[in-house]
């Protein structure tokens, strides 16, 4: 996968865009419900919110168009993860 | 007790008050006139946040690409570096200050969630030497101040 930190957009290695991670209500990964499952549940919202870090870019670009609603958890460190800055200025 | 706890803390995150900020004069003045009490900053870079970019041309046909990790992969045979990895502060204000908006019935110790912080905190940190700033942070309003209740870089979410 590759993620830009200023659009905030996540992509699969082939630029398709998975998703753009902007949560309205600014959780926090460690505030959320736990689940036995590596992914966790929105206490807010009530949407699953997905571990990407073990998952394949093409099966998580799946999972995110069957479920839209569906939010995702990504860490800059992630080994599945390249960052793709690009040299953005993001403008505020 | 858990599921006690669960349910408060869920009520209070769905019904916190958010915070605006407004980061230019008259989008400020605006506020001054509809009530609200503009805390004013000065809007100051964090020297540890940063981006980083190395710029790579092709030989034959001059198109650039621009890559952000270290893990790139080029055809040396085909492209050259033209600006090596440089780092940069990538962020850009309007004004060199900016507000809080505080609403004249917010109550003091009232947990709220600024929205746009206008502080440098270190959101994301990656380990290719690169910090991105955080975007929003819960607060507790003292009276004159909000309390930034910052607990280092997070997961992204969304």
Request: with cysteine; proline share 4%; glycine share 4%.
């Amino acid at each position: 996968m590759k993620y830009d930190p200023l659009t905030k957009k996540l992509y699969t290695d082939r630029y398709n865009i998975i998703k753009k991670l902007n949560c309205p209500y600014k959780m926090q990964w460690n505030n959320l419900l736990g689940h036995k499952s590596p992914n966790k549940q929105c206490s807010i919202c009530d949407s699953l919110i997905i571990n990407t870090d073990k998952i394949e870019d093409e099966k998580l670009l799946n999972m995110v168009r069957e479920k839209p609603e569906s939010c995702l958890k990504i860490n800059l460190n992630q080994d599945n993860i390249r960052i793709i800055s690009k040299g953005l200025i993001q403008e505020k | 007790m858990w599921g006690l706890f669960t349910k408060k803390e869920n009520k209070r995150l769905k019904n916190r008050r958010v915070i605006k900020t407004a980061r230019d004069l008259d989008s400020i003045n605006e506020a001054a006139k509809n009530g609200y009490n503009p805390l004013i900053k000065e809007v100051k870079k964090n020297p540890n946040i940063s981006s980083k970019y190395t710029v790579w041309q092709n030989k034959e046909t001059r198109e650039i690409q621009v890559f952000g990790d270290v893990r790139m992969s080029v055809d040396e045979d085909c492209w050259e570096e033209v600006i090596g990895w440089t780092y940069y502060y990538p962020y850009n204000f309007k004004t060199p200050f900016a507000a809080y908006l505080i609403p004249p019935d917010i109550l003091i110790g009232e947990r709220v969630l600024i929205e746009d912080l206008i502080e440098d905190y270190i959101g994301q940190s990656w380990n290719q030497g690169t910090n991105y700033r955080l975007e929003s942070c819960e607060a507790i309003w003292n009276g004159s101040e909000f309390q930034i209740l910052y607990s280092g870089p997070q997961e992204i979410i969304g």
